[in-house]
């Protein structure tokens, strides 16, 4: 019997673009007693803040752990959290014990030993015990997947596997959710429209790009342009689901982080307040253009564990909240509406 291809879904940029942020450590920090502010300098609930300037969405990380970070047991009370006070969600499965991204794409070891049919049918039932259980309005299936998820099986080397095991995650989030929006997540936008050209015939929603000045290049028309072009090509609205940038090169712990210099840094946005908050003005106008809008990542990661903690926080510096925590300019760009 014939194979068919289905048709890309048209796209359906939301009249409301997403304002949103990653906030999935606020959990670990909140338990360090740390003390997050308003602009004006106001102690409140981090999380009210994010609403009350205006943002509408909270990125999270789900690992395939049965308790701590990224677990369904720190998840739901998180989740619930979340919709009382009227946050959409989106998950992103990163299909792994910990973090996963181009560098590092580990199988979780409970899978580890699986066939490939055994692995995909866990992949599906995994994913849809998730989002049964949390009914987020937006899945990632994977996290920056350019050269495919759970090493060795899912490559991205053209056997067909890495296709195979995403369509499981997809086929896993519809079953629980028939309307969630479903993302595949390419890191940077060199190679994009190879990469999304290989995954055109599975039955996603939502192309998702990570964007980084220090990693991707600096050429914003580049990004621009490229993020049009997909939505052309491929018929499916494009998001900005990662960026982050630093709003000063000092540091508030001893740990290392991430942008330390000023070669880390785009040469038209200083390491300032003032410098983050142009950057994502500028992502904020190609995103909603684009009608989709832009989340940012790291926003709660200040340096909760105190100023001399070598394993504090290595995005510090990149936070949406300064050293005294108090929220700064670039929240408010993130919130405002467009």
Known sequence: ?????????????????????????????????????????????????????????????????????????????????????GFQTMLTFHYSNTWADPGAQSIPTQWENLSMNELADSVRTFTQHVVATLQPEYVQIGNEINHGFMHPFGVRNGNGNFQTLLAAGIEGAKAADSSVTTILHYAG?????????????????????????????????????????LADSF???????????????????????????TSDLHPDYPATPEGQANLMADLRAITDSLGTGLVYWGGELVAYKGPEATDGSPYENQALFNFQGMALPALKTLGQEP
């Not at 949103?20 to 997050?36: M, R, V, W």
């Not at 994009?192 to 015939?201: E, K, Q, R």
């Not at 709003?247 to 330390?260: E, K, M, P, V, Y």
């Open 1 to 85: 019997m014939a194979c068919t291809t289905p048709e890309p879904p048209t796209p359906t940029p939301s009249d409301h673009p997403l304002r949103g942020t990653d906030f999935s450590q606020l959990p670990k920090i909140e338990a360090y007693n740390y003390e997050f502010k308003d602009a004006d300098g106001n102690p409140a609930d981090a999380l009210e803040i994010l609403r009350n300037t205006g943002l509408n969405l909270i990125r999270l990380k789900v690992w395939n752990n049965p308790t701590g970070d990224g677990s369904l047991e720190e998840l739901v009370p998180y989740v619930q959290r979340l919709k009382t006070l």
């Open 235 to 261: 018929q499916r609205p494009v998001s900005i689901v990662e960026t982050s940038y630093a709003f000063t090169l000092g540091w508030n712990d001893w740990t290392n982080n991430h942008i330390g210099g």
């Open 189 to 229: 936008y060199d190679n994009a429209m190879n990469f999304y050209a290989t995954v055109d015939s599975l039955d996603y929603d939502w192309i998702g790009l990570s964007y980084y000045p220090k990693w991707h290049g600096t050429s914003l028309s580049t990004l621009s342009e490229t993020c049009f072009s």
